[in-house]
C-alpha cells in the first residue's frame, strides 16, 4: 500500500543536515533554560518541565513557520527562532494547538513536500479546524475549508479535496451555531490590527520575490508551485490579522512564532536586498 496516500505533510528533521541539528540544540537549550527559571520562580518541578517543553516547542514552530513561508533562505528561519525567544520573554506561551493547525493548513497549500496531502493529514487538519471553531474562533474552521478549496484548484489539483472543502464548510457552520460564544464578543480592536497591518507590509515584499521561488518539494525533487508558496504566505497573514483584529495586542503575543517568522523573513529579505 502506498502510504503516501495516506499522510505526506509531514517533515521530519533530519539531522544530517547542519541547519537542523542548529534548530533541534537551540529548541533543547530553551527548553532547559525556560523550565529552570520556571523553577527558580517557585514552580514545582512538573509545572517548570511542562513550560520548557512548550516553550523549545514554540522556538521550533517559529523556525518550522518561517520555513513554510520562506522556503529558499534557510538562514531566516533562526531570525524567527530568535524573535520567538524574545517574544516568550514578553508575552509567555503562544497557543500552541493554532500554531500546529495552521502549520499542517500551509502545508496542504504550499506542498512543501513536493506531494498532495494525504487522507489522514487532510482529516487531521479539519478536525483541527472544526475543533479551533468551536473554541470561538470560527475563521479558523473557514481558513481551514479555504485551503483544501486552493489545494483543489490550484496548479496540480487534487480535486478530492474539494470535498473535505464542503466538509470544512459545513463543520464551521454548525460550531457556529452550536457554539457558546460569539466571536467577536468585547469589541474589535483596532490598535492589534494597526501592529499586525505594520508587520505584514514588511512581509509583502517576501511575497513578491516568491513568484520566482527555486526551492524544490522535500519528497519529490520537483520545484515548487510558486502561487501555492504565494497562497500560503497570504492564508498565514489573514490567520495573524483575523486573530489580532478579535484579540488585540494579547493576541499579537498569543502567536508569537507566527509573527516571528513573518518578522524573521521580512528582516532577512531586507538583509538579502541592501547588503553590498
Given at each position: 500500500?502506498?502510504?503516501?496516500?495516506?499522510?505526506?505533510?509531514?517533515?521530519?528533521?533530519?539531522?544530517?543536515?547542519p541547519t537542523n541539528r542548529a534548530i533541534a540544540f537551540a529548541s533543547f537549550l530553551v527548553m532547559v533554560?525556560?523550565?529552570?527559571?520556571?523553577?527558580?520562580?517557585?514552580?514545582?518541578?512538573?509545572?517548570?518541565?511542562?513550560?520548557?517543553?512548550?516553550?523549545?516547542?514554540?522556538?521550533?514552530?517559529?523556525?518550522?513557520?518561517?520555513?513554510?513561508?520562506?522556503?529558499?533562505?534557510?538562514?531566516?528561519?533562526?531570525?524567527?527562532?530568535?524573535?520567538?525567544?524574545?517574544?516568550?520573554?514578553?508575552?509567555?506561551?503562544?497557543?500552541?494547538?493554532?500554531?500546529?493547525?495552521?502549520?499542517?493548513?500551509?502545508?496542504?497549500?504550499?506542498?512543501?513536500?513536493?506531494?498532495?496531502?494525504?487522507?489522514?493529514?487532510?482529516?487531521?487538519?479539519?478536525?483541527?479546524?472544526?475543533?479551533?471553531?468551536?473554541?470561538?474562533?470560527?475563521?479558523?474552521?473557514?481558513?481551514?475549508?479555504?485551503?483544501?478549496?486552493?489545494?483543489?484548484?490550484?496548479?496540480?489539483?487534487?480535486?478530492?479535496?474539494?470535498?473535505?472543502?464542503?466538509?470544512?464548510?459545513?463543520?464551521?457552520?454548525?460550531?457556529?451555531?452550536?457554539?457558546?460564544?460569539?466571536?467577536?464578543?468585547?469589541?474589535?480592536?483596532?490598535?492589534?490590527?494597526?501592529?499586525?497591518?505594520?508587520?505584514?507590509?514588511?512581509?509583502?515584499?517576501?511575497?513578491?520575490?516568491?513568484?520566482?521561488?527555486?526551492?524544490?518539494?522535500?519528497?519529490?525533487?520537483?520545484?515548487?508551485?510558486?502561487?501555492?508558496?504565494?497562497?500560503?504566505?497570504?492564508?498565514?497573514?489573514?490567520?495573524?490579522?483575523?486573530?489580532?483584529?478579535?484579540?488585540?495586542?494579547?493576541?499579537?503575543?498569543?502567536?508569537?512564532?507566527?509573527?516571528?517568522?513573518?518578522?524573521?523573513?521580512?528582516?532577512?529579505?531586507?538583509?538579502?536586498?541592501?547588503?553590498?
Amino acid at each position: 500500500m502506498d502510504l503516501s496516500i495516506l499522510t505526506t505533510v509531514g517533515r521530519p528533521v533530519d539531522l544530517s543536515y547542519p541547519t537542523n541539528r542548529a534548530i533541534a540544540f537551540a529548541s533543547f537549550l530553551v527548553m532547559v533554560g525556560a523550565a529552570l527559571l520556571q523553577r527558580l520562580l517557585d514552580a514545582n518541578w512538573i509545572r517548570s518541565a511542562m513550560w520548557g517543553v512548550q516553550a523549545g516547542l514554540s522556538v521550533f514552530l517559529a523556525w518550522a513557520l518561517c520555513r513554510e513561508l520562506d522556503p529558499d533562505h534557510d538562514l531566516s528561519a533562526f531570525v524567527a527562532a530568535g524573535l520567538a525567544l524574545g517574544g516568550l520573554l514578553l508575552w509567555g506561551l503562544p497557543r500552541l494547538t493554532v500554531l500546529l493547525w495552521l502549520i499542517l493548513v500551509l502545508r496542504v497549500v504550499n506542498r512543501t513536500m513536493g506531494l498532495p496531502a494525504g487522507i489522514l493529514d487532510s482529516l487531521t487538519t479539519l478536525g483541527l479546524g472544526i475543533w479551533l471553531s468551536l473554541e470561538g474562533n470560527w475563521a479558523y474552521g473557514f481558513v481551514t475549508a479555504l485551503a483544501f478549496l486552493l489545494d483543489s484548484q490550484l496548479p496540480i489539483r487534487t480535486p478530492r479535496q474539494l470535498v473535505f472543502a464542503i466538509l470544512g464548510a459545513l463543520g464551521t457552520t454548525a460550531a457556529a451555531v452550536l457554539g457558546e460564544d460569539f466571536p467577536w464578543d468585547g469589541g474589535l480592536s483596532a490598535w492589534g490590527v494597526l501592529v499586525a497591518l505594520g508587520a505584514s507590509a514588511a512581509f509583502i515584499p517576501v511575497i513578491i520575490e516568491s513568484r520566482d521561488i527555486i526551492s524544490i518539494g522535500d519528497r519529490t525533487g520537483e520545484p515548487l508551485e510558486p502561487v501555492r508558496v504565494q497562497a500560503a504566505q497570504v492564508i498565514a497573514l489573514v490567520v495573524g490579522l483575523e486573530t489580532s483584529l478579535l484579540g488585540g495586542i494579547p493576541a499579537l503575543g498569543s502567536l508569537v512564532p507566527l509573527w516571528a517568522g513573518i518578522l524573521g523573513a521580512s528582516l532577512y529579505w531586507l538583509y538579502h536586498t541592501l547588503k553590498p
